[in-house]
């Protein structure tokens, strides 16, 4: 902008701001008022009077009291374009009204960016806690896991000694079966034995049958023929031959060997027979109480499979239990890393509109000063013309109205101006703080410093 005053001439240059963010402009303005020639914004030129150059020449030309009759054109002309720049000043104001609003939403909103990000989350502190937990939990599943550790060994040697204690049974079983069978094989030879010396006994009851019939039958004879010799010699002869006597010796001693192999066969037997019973019943409680026994050790080893199976029954639960609780806490650390990136990006955002704005601001202190400039160019402008035309009587309301309405704008340049130096918030600085935990223990911790 230049304002010179050179030989009564006066010269107005207005360049047009342009603002990146709203595409405002003010178009280029110059004007030029000279005595003689006059020139306005839209380059119309037109003399009505002419120039003065010395006070000899005002001496002896007397003074021309005509009126142009192009004045009354020019200043319909003027009033034109100064209605059309009012004109443009309003809608200046429209537009910088409508910015106000945009920049009123756009502090709303960083407002609220701002409360938000003000807001201090507990995510540390709640993953802290329950990274706590589970470890306590860990612990106490670990101890739990070492008792029944610790059990399950026991009651595995309990019933190595009772599986060796059964097979020792069963080996000693298997061994009095085989005596068993062994002594009742010799009572199966005594049986025989005795069968043998029965059928001996009865064959020499035949053959002792046989012998006393056939000397029967030889006496007999030899009766029948003493009986048919004529001569009778008596001899006193001793040789008398008792076969009767004989063969009841005969018998009666085979009789008695009978009788004493049959007595001590059956004495044997019943003997053999009595001890293998004592034996057999010794054996049977014996067996009795190893069945006892084994019965109760196998319903120790189910009882125990079973405790076992609900151990690693728990202890699987537990594990999956474990595993739940790690992916959860897992997922609550990406849930807050997910968090502090979206506000990180939120005040990224919130910095860039903060940035924008500022922007803004600045191009408005721009277009603020230049409109003040070029207000206050347009107040000389109209005073002057006040001053030179001398119609105050005339023009002064209209010109009065321009006045206030470049009053009005000033006022609301000022107002604008105000507003944007109280609506840029200060800055404060923010501490991001990142920890990642695994198992209850820090994995990863960073921080950093972040202007909001």
Known sequence: MAYNRNSGARTFSSRSYSSPGNKMSVSRVNSAYFPGNRTGPSGISASWATPVSSAGILLSNPPNTEIDPRF?????????EIKGLNNKFADFINKVRHLEQQNKVLETRLKIMLEKGDYKS????????????LTSQRDRLSNDRDKLEKELARTKALVEDNKNKFEDEINRRTQLENE??????DVDEGYLQKVDLENTVESLMDELAFLKQLYDEEIRELQSQINNTAVTVEMDNNRGLDMKQIVEEVKMQYEGIAVRGRDEAEQWYKNKVDDMAAEAGKYNQDLKGVKNEIAEMMRLIQRLNSEAEGLKNRRANLEMAIGEAEERGQLAVSDAKNRVSELEAALKSAKQAMAKQVREYQDLMNLKLALEIEIATYRKLLEGEESRLGTHQQGGPRQDSQLSAIDQLDGLVQSRSLDLSRAAPPKKAVLIKTIETRNGQVISESSHFSED
């Not at 068993?180 to 094989?185: I, P």
């Open 122 to 133: 507990n995510i540390d502190q709640i993953v802290a806690a329950f990274g706590n937990n």
């Open 180 to 185: 068993f069978v062994l002594s009742k094989k």
């Open 72 to 80: 009354h054109q020019i200043k319909t002309q003027e009033k034109e």
